[in-house]
């Protein structure tokens, strides 16, 4: 059965270095989002992309991060100078249609320090 | 904005027993997702609906409209199915999610 995959599993950084996080999605999904989840709370949403373009995004999601779809299997986001709050687990998803049903990947456990 | 509240946030059961989760949200949606999140954090869609019932196995979900509430129904439970069980609502491009329901269950 087809998955969303993520890389790495666990990240660890310093404070002020550039991540990226890495997601491979369904092959024949249109539609990729970017959620993360810190220790203890509830999913946010932090972006979704369609057609090599930002479709929405959330006030989280402010001028640090970035995503990009660099060839047609991974789906990236980055973290350009990193802050204690950002870590959390990040987790992609990827979805067939406009609101249908998302198939999340395993996550990434990122760690800042 | 569309706020999404779950009912319990923990619960426990013995194996056989008849499980109840319970969501409400604010906003009309198009559609609400049940997902499941294991101790390891994975991410696992169980049933997407927009109106009446769908049933999978042993899960049940429910929904009614008009009072924007939704139901999880496990029958039989059993200890694999000790995880935390989380409602979201789509929303444009989005999903909203609750915070989740951690349920146990005992052999």
């Known amino acids: 059965e087809p998955e969303v995959t993520q890389t790495p599993s666990h990240q660890v950084t310093q404070m002020g270095q550039e991540v990226i996080l890495r997601c491979v999605p369904i092959?024949?999904?249109?539609?990729f989002y970017w959620y993360r989840q810190i220790l203890g709370q509830k999913v946010e949403f932090l972006v979704s992309f369609y057609n090599n373009e930002i479709s929405e995004k959330s006030e989280i999601f402010d001028d640090q991060f970035s995503v990009e779809r660099p060839d047609g299997s991974n789906f990236t986001l980055k973290i350009r100078s990193t802050k204690l709050e950002d870590s959390a687990m990040y987790f992609c998803?990827?979805?067939?249609?406009?609101?249908?049903?998302?198939?999340f990947g395993p996550g990434t456990r990122l760690t800042v320090t | 904005k569309n706020e999404v509240e779950q009912s319990p946030q923990n619960l426990t059961a013995q194996e056989g027993e008849f499980i109840t989760i319970n969501c409400s949200y604010s906003v009309g949606i198009s559609a609400l997702h049940w997902l499941q999140q294991h101790p390891g954090g994975g991410i696992v869609s169980l049933f997407m609906?927009?109106?009446g019932k769908k049933k999978h196995g042993r899960l049940i979900a429910t929904i009614n409209i008009q009072e924007k509430h939704s139901s999880l129904h496990i029958t039989a439970s059993h200890p694999r199915d000790s995880a935390v069980y989380i409602c979201a609502v789509g929303d444009t491009d989005k999903l909203i999610f609750g915070t989740g329901t951690r349920l146990q269950v005992f052999p």
């Open positions: 092959s024949n999904h249109l539609y």
């Open positions: 998803a990827s979805s067939e249609v406009r609101g249908g049903e998302q198939y």
């Open positions: 609906l927009s109106s």
